[in-house]
């Protein structure tokens, strides 16, 4: 904890005043000289992380966000709904900090994303530390993407990375549907930490869907949902839910 308190602690300070991807946080590109801020709670039927269930149960996630001049800095937990064996409900924190640009048709998004107390039983419970990009640019009405994140400090080689393809539309003023595809793959060190099997390999594909609807100008629900299905035959053996479907309801608001 004491490497990451050095770490994560001094960034968030300097820069508290973000965002990101899941589940992804709200957008930054609405304006660089501008200030937006926001809470939101999300109730999912599980909590899942990069294509791996990690609490296979209702699980609530509160998350706050400031934004300005390009930069966003997002708080969020996990808590499990449900009474866990150990007796523990917050199941994670993080903390990110991100910067969107836009040069040409190309939308660079760089971020650090800490994860503090964590508590599932099915992973590695170390604090640790993310380092991400994500590229996108559209094609069309869609808009495709790829991630790639970098464990910095925990379990350095750690690498998990995405590519993808989404669409969205606003059908009224209040109404916007946001759907896409997309698929990952990780490193032999990540699956080995987080799934058991030291293997490279392409772990999931999978879809999702959203509607947004803004009940007043600052106030929107989000029901979603995701599908997910490991894309390898030996990571199936490894994980106790290969393929599942993630329902969830967000409430919001924002300014």
Known sequence: MSKLAVVALPVAI????????????PQ????????????????????????IVITDGPVMQPSAWI????????????????KA???????????IVTYARDWKKLRIEPALEAYLNRQPEDIDGSNTMEGSVKLSFPA???????????????YKGAYFGEVGLSYERHFTKRTELAAGVR????????????IGLDKAALNFMGAEGMLTYHVRPHV????????????????????????????GLAIGIEF
């Open 85 to 95: 064996p150990d007796g523990a409900r917050l199941q994670d924190t993080g903390v």
């Open 183 to 194: 698929s990952g793959w990780a490193s032999s060190k990540f699956n080995d930490v987080y």
């Open 140 to 154: 069309g009405p869609f808009r495709i993407f790829t991630i790639h994140a970098f464990d910095m400090l925990a």
């Open 220 to 247: 929107y629900l989000q029901p979603h949902l995701e599908f997910s299905r490991s894309a390898d035959r030996q990571l199936r053996e490894y994980l106790p839910s290969p393929t599942f479907v993630n329902l």
């Open 28 to 51: 930054t590109a609405r304006g660089d000289q501008k200030f937006f801020y926001g809470a939101e709670t999300d109730f999912n039927s599980a909590y899942v992380w990069h294509g």
């Open 67 to 82: 934004s300005a001049y390009g930069f966003t800095v997002i708080t969020w937990s996990n808590l499990a709904l449900a």
């Open 14 to 25: 300097a820069l508290l005043w973000h965002r990101a991807f899941a589940q992804d946080p």
